[in-house]
């Protein structure tokens, strides 16, 4: 099998890259600058041997614990758990959640084979185990999908019975948007989530 086909098999591998797409991408490679792309093949490299999921939280890291995990001015008593490691630089960018994470590596999807025991859902129980009294609140921060609510019903079963204060993500009009183009639910659930001015 030629070198360029080789790469763009692995390419397709990726989310969102279908076959033309890695086929532009394996040719940009073979016309690019060599050093780049080595410094690319080396990166990936790198990015094999050093990034692990953190121990505690699932998040990726390449210390022994990921940073949010180790910044002691987190607020130990909220944790937040989403689906996945990338969803937490998004709620980090905010600025405004002080918390920890629990990143469960994905979501229950039956359909698809995907059930809680390959969920990262049994380390989020050991935690909330070893806190004791100290965790208070257990964000949902699950997708908005069929799946995502599933895995948060599935979630608050086994987190009420524990004593904690479990709140979901409130759902709404994006800021920007009219009235007009927004759909239904969306509007259904603005107003159920409502809040005082």
Known sequence: MSAIRTLTRELRRLPGVGERTA????YHLVRGDKADVR???????????RV????RCGNYCEAELCA????????????????EAWE???IERAGRYRGLFHVLGGRLSPLDGIGPERLNIDRLLDRLEEAGEETREVIL?????????????FLEGLLRPRGLRVTRLAR?????????Y????????????????
């Open 172 to 180: 709404g009009i994006p800021v920007g948007s009219d009235l007009e």
């Open 39 to 49: 410094r690319l093949a080396r990166s990936l490299l790198d990015l094999a041997d």
């Open 52 to 55: 692990h999921p953190c121990p």
């Open 23 to 26: 086929l532009r991408l394996a």
């Open 141 to 153: 921060a699950t997708n908005a999908s069929v799946e995502g609510e599933a895995t948060a019903v």
């Open 88 to 90: 937490v630089g998004a």
């Open 68 to 83: 949010v995990c180790e910044d002691p001015r987190r607020d130990p008593r909220v944790i937040c758990v989403v689906e």
């Open 182 to 197: 927004v759909d239904g639910t969306t509007i259904a659930e603005a107003l159920q989530g409502r809040k005082e001015m």
